[in-house]
């Protein structure tokens, strides 16, 4: 009952939060904040389930609620939360907050109903994160696009139509396949069975002829990877970015990708496990693809948003790369890497929102030494652009290296290429900070910013920056806790390729559906002596 | 004819007496309100009246005979209640309508009553059509729809005093409607010679007895069903007999688009169902590939023309067509329960869909209508885009000028392009489900092409809507003031398309049970 709470609670919050406009003229954010610290506290009830899951746990799922919804398709509202989604749903709640802290007094514009929209994203993405009915997840899945639709195209910049629309049709044009697939799987399940049903666990054990198998699987496949996005389905995210407010890009670039990779993980993978094996070297060249791709592209950019915006496109490479790999050291670097670049990127597009915010340009040919007008926000952004770029020690670095690692033993070449980003990751992230925030006082700034004193970032800002910083250092220097908690669910989705990877014992056994007794003993992870 | 033959047909016969009532009322106290009272009221009583002959039905095997012209099964009688509660819901748009154009206090000549009269004969046709089990009433039905709606397509020119251009627009929709429907019918008639000819009889079960004697080797008979279903497709506006539909939507007084949008296709695809389920036309591969080729062209011509379009009007014709095609889809999977329940699923979502869309454009231009009249100022020139209720730029802010108002055609705007929460996306699921059950995957490419076309329009609309920077000229307009009875109509349809888009159970056991 708890999970259906945090989406009740988040989905009325919204609603009050437009409703109290009329009355109170700035209390829908402080509905707002009291909806997401309220959720946040019911996610973090599950915290000694994630402390005590490195010991023994029979079952893979912490708690469930199970209500029979359209009887007629065998739909039920099936909720369940296992490692992954809660510390997406952390992830979901923190960058939640994160924004709303940081654009408190950003939005003049019909404040109530933004954050109306706000709150209905993360009420979609936390349904997204916990469904384990497959329709039920499509609905989700569908719920959190029209309020990030709407946030763009009310509250974006010049070009926020175009770029609204462009970013609804990816994204709902891709998911219409998956619907597809959704229901051909349950209807082959259908007919195998006599069954009719859309529950997740159940639907693990249909028995698919190669062919649909792997049509099915590109169904999935193709709209998990728009939304994480992949070339050469990465088109909308520039201008979603580029065009989306502050807030609205913090949720898109933390979490809304986050949803593509949960996806690949949570669904793609367990239920087409030979399919995707088969599919595997084409995802990873696809990965190693946009981790390259992104990084040259990052490198050419002169406005800051689109600039992070391709970086975005490179490091989901590395968890497209991380997840095909298919071993678990891998894996554990793509969970790792969504959780880091969720917060990294976070931060990187609050801090060049907080710049428009005060000099009214983001377009690095106007900007530059800007250091000693905003000496705590570009120690900031410094901290987070070298977090970006993976310098030792921060939870990035750890991500990247174990999926380069992992990916090596699958296929030396394409992790070459990858590792190739990494440099280019080096270059952007540089350059950005060289042309920004050292080098000589632009005079263009002067000229626009005339009369106005421009103020450092406010103790707020700061707080919210510093808390992230603080988080990607310790993920950096003590990564194991949350390789622990996300143990179970890599072990499980391993245990279904039949070909075992020298890898996570007990990732030999045969896929089958009902594995409750097969599962391994959770056993420390052989990775743990990669911290540095 | 039987006691309990005459009472299964109590729905028609209720319509019947009530037109006559009509009549004679106008023709004694010419009064606007007191006509719509007595329409609203014989509704009232042939929805009861369908309830209570669904009770007597379950007594006999499911289905009684009445002659061999008419037969009540429980889809007919679920069709007539939906039929039946459509033409309250254009009672109601139309009350809206004629209210304000009629100007009763300047013109006390001015009488609209005849509107409802002809609501109700069209009522009668569909309810003939969707009962029909022979061409005679079949015939009858499609006819009595069309000489109803042809003075009702060009009501504008006769009822009231409406602009120059409002009066041609309507004038040239009903030429048009009165033109083609003229042609499509002679096509019918002369499929239904030819079927007769091949066949010896009219009645379908009749022919379904012949069947397998003329099997498909008979050309004769597969012509007279080709040009009965072209007949019926023009009825349906699909791919390639769709020309009329956006100069016919667009010129006819908005309730009347309304009941031509839901009401002949509802009656029209009611009568498929029961003609391919009596005769087992499934089986025939020449009308299944002419339907797809149909559906495929109707879900990507529609869709790509809506794009290009600024009237609301005409995006809406033009979206209808599309969504026919999707319906098409579910109906070609065949006979059996599931593609029936389909097809009808999708049916309800489209009629509370469109009419809920039809119903607020509607109704926020006859908002316009009164505000102009009661600042006396008659706007003779053509007005403006921005200006004009029916283009898209007057609806630039809505939602920060109405919200209410706003929500509710964003709403409609959703479930029209299938986004989950509307009853739209069930009906969507229905459709992906019959075709991943009947294994069509080209028609399932069209449904997803289609939908993707469809999504940039709806959602172009959709954000004009939610437009910040509202042009000075606008804002003189303020909040809409929509009548109480409009609101009560807007907020049902919507409700119902919530309810319906997160507990689809209902609605589905209501289907099966009925």
Not at chain 1, 475 to 500: E, H, N, Y
Request: proline letters at 4%; hydrophobic letters at 55%.
């Amino acid at each position: 009952m708890t999970l259906l709470a945090i989406i009740i609670i988040l989905f009325a919050g919204g609603i009050l939060a437009w409703l109290s406009e009329r009355h109170l003229h700035k209390g829908g954010r402080w509905i707002s904040l009291a909806s997401l610290i309220i959720s946040t506290i019911l996610i973090s009830s599950y915290w000694p389930q994630a402390t005590s899951v490195s010991t023994a746990e029979s079952s893979q799922w912490w708690d469930t609620l199970l209500t029979s919804w359209i009887p007629r398709f065998g739909i039920s509202f099936h909720l369940s939360i296992d490692g992954l989604s809660f510390l997406m749903l952390l992830l979901t709640m923190g960058m939640g907050i994160f924004g709303l802290v940081m654009t408190w007094n950003d939005i003049s514009f019909r404040r109530g109903f933004f954050h109306f929209n706000y709150l209905w994203t993360l009420a979609g993405i936390v349904g997204v994160f916990t469904a384990m009915d497959l329709f039920l997840f499509f609905f989700f899945w569908e719920v959190m696009l029209i309020p990030m639709l709407l946030l763009i195209a009310v509250w974006g910049y010049d070009r926020r139509i175009y770029a609204a629309i462009k970013f609804f049709i990816f994204t709902q044009a891709s998911s219409l396949l998956m619907l597809i697939a959704i229901v051909a799987l349950a209807f082959i399940h259908y007919r195998n069975s006599g069954q009719l049903t859309f529950n997740y666990n159940d639907l693990l054990g249909a028995q698919l002829s190669a062919n649909a198998a792997y049509w099915l699987m590109l169904g999935f496949f193709i709209a998990f990877i728009v939304k994480l996005p992949a070339l050469p389905f990465h088109t909308w995210l520039p201008d979603a970015h580029t065009q989306a407010p502050t807030a609205g890009s913090i949720l898109l670039a933390a979490i809304l990708l986050k949803t593509g990779a949960y996806g690949l993980l949570r669904f793609t993978l367990p239920l087409f496990p030979e399919s995707s094996e088969a599919f595997a070297p084409v995802a990873m060249t696809i990965g190693a693809i946009s981790i390259v791709y992104g990084a040259t592209l990052a490198f050419a950019q002169s406005d800051m948003k689109r600039l992070v915006a391709y970086s975005s496109v490179s490091h989901m490479g590395f968890v497209l790369l991380g997840l095909y790999a298919l071993n678990t050291i891998a894996i554990q670097g793509a969970v790792m890497q969504m959780i880091a670049h969720g917060i990294s990127t976070a931060a990187l597009f609050a801090l060049v929102g907080a710049l428009q915010h005060r000099l009214h340009t983001r377009d690095m040919a106007e900007l530059g030494g800007v250091w000693p007008l905003l000496p705590k926000l570009s120690a900031i952004a410094l901290f987070f652009a070298i977090a970006s770029l993976g310098l030792p020690g921060l939870g990035n670095f750890i991500a990247e290296f174990l999926v380069l690692v992992g990916s090596f033993q699958t296929n030396h070449w394409i992790t070459v290429v990858a590792a190739i980003g990494l440099i280019g990751a080096a270059l952007y992230a540089l350059l950005m900070v060289q042309r920004v925030f050292f080098g000589k006082f632009n005079k263009k700034l002067e000229r626009s910013n005339k009369g106005h004193t421009i103020s450092d970032l406010s103790i707020r800002e700061t707080c919210a920056l510093l808390s992230l910083a603080v988080l990607l250092v310790i993920f950096g220097l003590k990564p194991q806790a949350i390789f622990d908690i996300a143990q179970p669910t890599v072990l499980k989705s391993m245990q279904r390729f039949t070909v075992a990877h020298d890898v996570g014992p007990g990732s030999r056994e045969a896929s089958s559906s009902n594995t409750k007794s097969l599962s391994p003993p959770p056993v420390k992870d052989p990775i743990a002596g990669t911290s540095p | 004819m039987s006691a309990h033959e005459l009472f299964s047909i109590l729905p028609l016969l209720i319509i019947s007496a009530g037109i006559v009532l009509l009549l004679l009322q106008v023709s004694f106290w010419r009064n606007h309100i007191g006509s719509f009272i007595t329409t609203l009221v014989t509704l009232v009583f042939a929805i009861l009246s369908c309830f209570w002959v669904a009770a007597s039905l379950s007594g006999n095997a499911g289905s009684i005979q009445v002659t061999s012209l008419i037969n009540i099964d429980y889809n007919a009688l679920f069709f007539s209640l939906l039929l039946l509660l459509t033409a309250m819901v254009v009672s109601i748009m139309g009350y809206n309508y004629l209210e304000p154009r009629c100007y009763p206090k300047r013109n006390p000549d001015n009488y609209p009553e005849e509107f409802y009269i002809l609501v109700l004969l069209a009522i009668l046709g569909a309810l003939t059509l969707v009962c029909s089990s022979h061409f005679a009433t079949f015939f009858l039905g499609i006819e009595l729809i069309s000489l109803a709606l042809y003075p009702l397509l060009g009501f504008t020119v006769t009822g009231n005093l409406s602009s120059k251009k409002e009066q041609l627009d309507s004038l040239e929709s009903a030429f048009k409607y009165l033109i083609l429907s003229a042609l499509s019918t002679a096509l019918g008639l002369f499929g239904i010679a030819l079927i007769y000819a091949a066949s010896g009889a009219l009645d379908f079960d009749s022919i379904a007895i012949r069947m397998p004697d003329l099997s498909q080797t008979s050309a004769l008979f597969a012509t007279g069903t080709t040009l009965l279903i072209i007949s019926i497709a023009f009825k349906l506006s699909l791919v390639p007999f769709h020309i009329w539909t956006p100069d016919v939507f667009q010129g006819a007084p908005t309730p009347v688009t309304a009941l031509i949008a839901t009401v002949g296709k509802t009656a029209a695809i009611a009568f498929l169902l029961r003609f391919f389920n009596t005769l087992n036309l499934y089986q025939s591969p020449v009308l299944i590939d002419l339907l797809t080729i149909t559906a495929i062209a109707s879900m990507l011509i529609g869709n790509l023309l809506a794009l290009m379009q600024n009237n609301v009007k005409r995006l809406l014709a033009y979206s209808s067509i599309g969504h026919i095609g999707y319906l098409i889809v579910a109906f070609i999977i065949g006979n059996s329960a599931f593609g029936t329940e389909a097809v009808i699923y999708y049916l309800v979502a489209y009629v509370i869909t469109t009419l809920g869309s039809f119903a607020i454009v509607g109704l926020i231009a006859d908002s316009v209508e009164t505000d102009q009249l009661s600042r006396d100022k008659k706007v003779i020139s053509p007005p403006e885009a921005k200006d004009d209720p029916y283009q898209r730029e007057f609806y630039r802010g809505l939602l920060w000028r109405s919200p209410w108002l706003a929500i509710c055609l964003a709403l409609m705007l959703l479930s029209l392009a299938g986004i989950p929460l509307t009853i739209g996306f069930i009906g969507k699921f229905y459709i992906f489900s019959a075709g991943v059950e009947g294994q069509m995957w080209a028609l399932l490419a069209g449904v997803v092409i289609g939908s993707a076309l469809g999504l940039f329009y709806y959602l172009r609309l959709l954000l004009t809507m939610v437009q910040r920077d509202i042009s000075e000229n606008t804002t003189n307009f303020g909040a809409l003031q929509i009548t109480t009875s409009g609101q009560l109509l807007i907020a049902t349809l919507a409700a119902a398309l919530v309810l319906f888009g997160i507990f689809p159970q209902i609605l589905i056991n209501w289907i099966n049970t009925i």
